[in-house]
């Protein structure tokens, strides 16, 4: 499997089972792509870390894609910089570490 096939198996898992980043006002990127370490690093900002939920969607994001995309291991998520830097940065961090998110097993 080339690396560019596995960023896209990346990029259609989120954008097919995680709908409400882009339909509620965030975006995602994959920024990297070791396939022979089996890793990926996705960026989420815009609305996502102003939302509630968006601790729940990273852990989702981090929990679900090496289950779902074959030949991928480990899932890093992080905070969009730049244009697409977050809202509320330090908020999210925040809510991450709490433990109300520990076993949130969303229903997408």
Known sequence: MSTESLARQTRNYIS????QIQQHGGS????????????????????????GI?????KLIRQRLP?????????????????RAAVMPSKTSEMDEMDEYEDYSPPF
């Open 67 to 83: 289950e779902s995309v074959d030949g991928l291991e480990n899932v890093e998520v992080v905070q969009s910089g730049g244009p």
């Open 28 to 51: 995602f990127e994959v920024r990297d792509v070791d396939e022979a370490a089996g890793t990926a690093t996705v960026a989420i900002g815009g609305a996502c870390s102003g939302c």
């Open 16 to 19: 097919n089972n995680v709908p």
């Open 54 to 58: 968006a601790p729940m969607t990273m």
